[in-house]
């Protein structure tokens, strides 16, 4: 990250983007079988993987898995540095516990390797497997102290575990004690996506629903109250939540939630647990965003390389007219403060 403070005319620092190097690629091509039959095809958009039991991917973008254009992105767009996350649908949590073990441990070595000759410009994240709790906090461990990563994207929804159950409390403690930012992601398909008749809402709603859904179990369930140094990040904005915590607080005080186990006095006042990006498309939106989250919650956030992701993020900032001050908050200071760096 030390190359980000040899661009003084570049501030902002984009923590919402995926990538999946070509390495990875290669590895599948190798040794597929090791990680439950995984396959690579080469396809007319681009190359497509097959995950255990023959569901195939959607085709990988270019964009996706070439690096050196996305340095050049930052350049024509005004940003500093990029945050890789590893995509979604790539992350494992189909595999057994074992063999998701070992393609986590593929995932964020590549990535590593891959952001490593960027002059500091890409800073990766990395992910962790489920299944097993224990190789959950192994690999966040490894991640961020060995392969020095500052931290991980983790799935709302990682196959069958529930991120509030308290059997994950120990990966949550070691989040805590390793300063580790960790950015929850929906994953392509989740519960909303079990609403009838709605699979043209997928990238649109489904999303934010499951988002919304996943931080107000985390708060009822007492994870916040158990953890109160997570550094959490929320994408697409949070999803709905900081836009209808009135509702939320609503809810709760007419006895809607009785087995909650919050220690604050209602779920509007978690709010400001997590970080939201700015991947919410509008002025207003990121402007509302701020009122309830406060701008030193609020981080950059472009979903790069997906087309239904801000184009010109710091752009969308600017145009938002929150002063100087908060510009700087949500643009550098803010995603300096969550990485560590």
Known sequence: M??????????????HAHGIPRTV??????????????????????PVV??????????????????TERVRWLDEHGLRGQVVSPWLDM???????????????????????????????LVALG?????????????????VRELRLPGAMISTNPGATNLWDPALDELWSAAEDLQAAIVLHPPTFGPASGIPDSAEFGNLWHRLIDTTLVASRLILNGVLDRHPRLRLVLVHGGGFLPFQSGRFDRSYAIGSHPAASMAKGAPGDY???????????????????????????????????????DPDPVRSVAAANLGADAERQILEENPNILLGS
């Open 2 to 15: 030390l190359g980000w403070r040899q661009m003084p005319d570049h501030a902002a620092v984009d923590v």
């Open 271 to 309: 709010l400001r647990s997590f970080y939201y990006d700015t991947c919410v498309m509008t002025p207003p939106a990121i402007r509302l965003l701020c009122q309830v989250a406060g701008p030193e919650r609020v981080v950059l956030g472009s979903d790069y390389p997906f087309p239904i992701g």
């Open 91 to 121: 992350q494992g949590h189909e595999l057994t516990p074992q063999a998701g073990a070992d393609w986590a441990k593929v995932l964020n070595d590549a990535l590593a390797e891959a952001c490593s000759g960027s002059g500091g410009r």
């Open 50 to 67: 097959s995950l255990p039991g023959g569901k195939k991917l959607r085709p990988l973008a270019a964009k996706m898995l070439d690096f």
């Open 25 to 46: 690629l290669d590895e599948i091509r190798r040794n597929g079988a090791r990680y439950g039959g995984m396959e690579v095809a080469e396809g007319e958009q681009g």
């Open 127 to 143: 992910t962790v497997p489920f299944g097993d709790p224990a190789a959950s906090v192994r690999e966040l461990r490894r991640l």
